[in-house]
């Protein structure tokens, strides 16, 4: 077996994260891990490559027994990792992350021509036509997974563990990525796939083992293990009729037909063409196109992040009547209007863009309070002296930022 995992058991403070769970993976198979939100599939990835200390268990790689304290160590080992959010280093280049701790030297100094020689062999395969000299920032979170899958491959080269990697990429990288991952299936190496996509696990992978609250509740050949057996395995019940239905007809939404919001003529010089869109209460609305097609900047339109040079949104619930007048107009001059207006954004990048990571979640929760209060309306009362009224949490941020 290439990979055993043995009794592994993680506790966090009073939990049991992962309890005495059994994973065995095998050389040339893809291998998906499924389970509920919090059923443990990153706790057991995190203890496999040392992220974390488990508190028991085996862990062998071609029958020998390891114990990497760091996903360094993992790596050397052989076990590379990729998660959903890039870890890379966005202000270097694509050649310079590549190739980021083991680069080619010539008298202790970087060999620039043979960096980018060995970053273009390991893009080699992955069909990314890409400049090895601009800075990985500049690309798409898609081409940034890519490049990170492409350095974990290169670097460890027996085990690859896929941690939700389709999370940000449209269908024609997902199928980019997966040609990729059946090249190195047929290699020989294992690969360990999470996914919250059941179709791309019945499309990709060979077996499925299933978590659920931190216990292996089964692992089987997908061809053994049909979808409604397999969503019952991760709910820990039996699916009603009803819900059959429900989750046979995905991308189902409740739409009430009564309106809440238009966008009319919405478009931003040189970037988006004008676009209406309008949102019923109740209803999930799909916004897809091909990398660069511009999904993420009508969404950071639409939140007021980016300027619209015309058009208009139009509060339809509130204001009443059907046009012509501008008292249902929202005027969204940035996020804050957005917000004050009700709308939320969960950023593509929500690492960098979503939280502030310095921060405890609950100042994080604070913050995003305050910001739809305004910024101006202080908290009242014991709030405001308290360490934990916004201008103290500021007040910490900037120092630590070393904005003093
Ligand atoms: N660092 C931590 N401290 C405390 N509890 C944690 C920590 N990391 C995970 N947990 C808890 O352990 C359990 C398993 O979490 P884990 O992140 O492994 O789930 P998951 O299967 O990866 O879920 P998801 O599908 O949401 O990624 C959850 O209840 C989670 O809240
Ligand atoms: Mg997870």
Known sequence: MLLAIQSLTKTFVGMKALDAVDFELARGEVHALLGENGAGKSTLIKCLTGAYRRDAGTLLLDDAPISPDSTAQAQALGIGTVYQEVNLLPNLT???NLTFGHEPRHFGIVDTRAQRRQAAAMLEGYGLAIDLDRDLGSYSVAVQQLVAIARAVALSGKVLILDEPTASLDDREVQMLFAVVRRLRDQGLGI???SHFLDQVYALCDRITVLRNGRKIVTARCDDLDRVRL????LGRELA????AARRAEGHTE???EPLLAFEQVGRRGHIEPFDLSVQRGEVIGMTGLLGSGRTETAEVMFGIKRAHSGRVRDVESGGGDGGEAADELHLRGPRDAIAAGFGFAPEDRK???IVAELSIRENIILALQARRGWI???????RRSASSP???SRRWCWRAGWR
Request: net charge negative.
């Open 241 to 244: 009729a009803e819900e059959h």
């Open 255 to 257: 739409a009430t037909g």
């Open 391 to 393: 201008a103290a949490i």
């Open 231 to 234: 969503i019952e395995h991760m």
């Open 192 to 194: 360990l796939f999470v």
């Open 94 to 96: 694509v050649a310079q």
């Open 352 to 354: 960098t863009d979503g």
């Open 377 to 383: 309306s202080a908290p009242r009362g014991r709030r």
